[in-house]
């Protein structure tokens, strides 16, 4: 597939949250029953971030709509001075059943492979699901908009395969990206 982006993109996960600090073990809730907060050091973190992006003339924000992103997306738009557009298309991977379960229960049955494309959990989405509505997204606002600095504000595995898009990475570049230190992490920016 053929993309050619008229715009130029910069991606930040939302800051560290309680799962992060403390409740590593477990899948949060979907999709954020009750909402999870960033932690004193998320915070820190986007103001970090947000500082950066002051000199990047960023034009425009789009944010998942989930509680951690909004406040992440937030914090920006209040340090630039823009409004932040929300959209439902950014969320991250609905794991389904295994919300709120042990992350050991999942890797279990969902091995770190090319099979989590195609391979969903009940009531979930695969890899592939994500990067539709992504890939969605991405077309929309693309078309919309020509040569504005866009950021987009998200979770872990939605920016990865939205760095993928961009870059357009084969299923095995994905793989190696996300099996190693390279994956994002919170409160990290990058302009892809």
């Known amino acids: ?41 998320g915070i820190n973190q986007i103001k970090k971030a947000a500082k950066k992006l002051k000199s990047q003339k960023i034009d425009l924000i789009y944010s998942s709509d989930i509680y951690r992103t909004r406040q992440t997306a937030g914090i920006v738009a ?22 709120g379960r042990l ?3 999942f890797y279990q049955d969902f091995l770190l492979s ?17 990067a539709k509505r992504l890939l969605d997204f991405l077309k929309e606002i693309d078309k919309r908009n020509k040569n504005k600095r866009i950021l987009i504000v998200s979770h872990g595995d939605p920016l990865w395969l939205f760095q993928g898009l961009v870059k357009k990475w084969s299923k095995k570049r ?5 099996s190693t230190d390279n994956y994002i ?8």
């Open 1 to 41: 597939m053929k993309l050619r982006l008229n715009n130029h993109y910069f991606i930040l996960r939302h800051g560290q949250t309680i799962h992060q600090e403390k409740e590593k073990d477990f899948i949060y809730n979907w999709p954020d029953k009750p909402p999870t907060k960033l932690t004193r050091k």
């Open 78 to 99: 209040k340090k630039l001075g823009i409004r932040v557009n929300f959209d439902k298309r950014l969320r991250d991977i609905n794991l389904g059943i295994y919300h």
């Open 103 to 105: 992350k050991k229960d």
């Open 114 to 130: 090319a099979k989590r494309f195609s391979q969903k959990p009940k009531r979930g989405e695969s890899w592939n699901d994500v």
């Open 174 to 178: 994905l793989i190696k990206e996300v």
């Open 185 to 192: 992490k919170t409160g990290e920016l990058r302009k892809i």
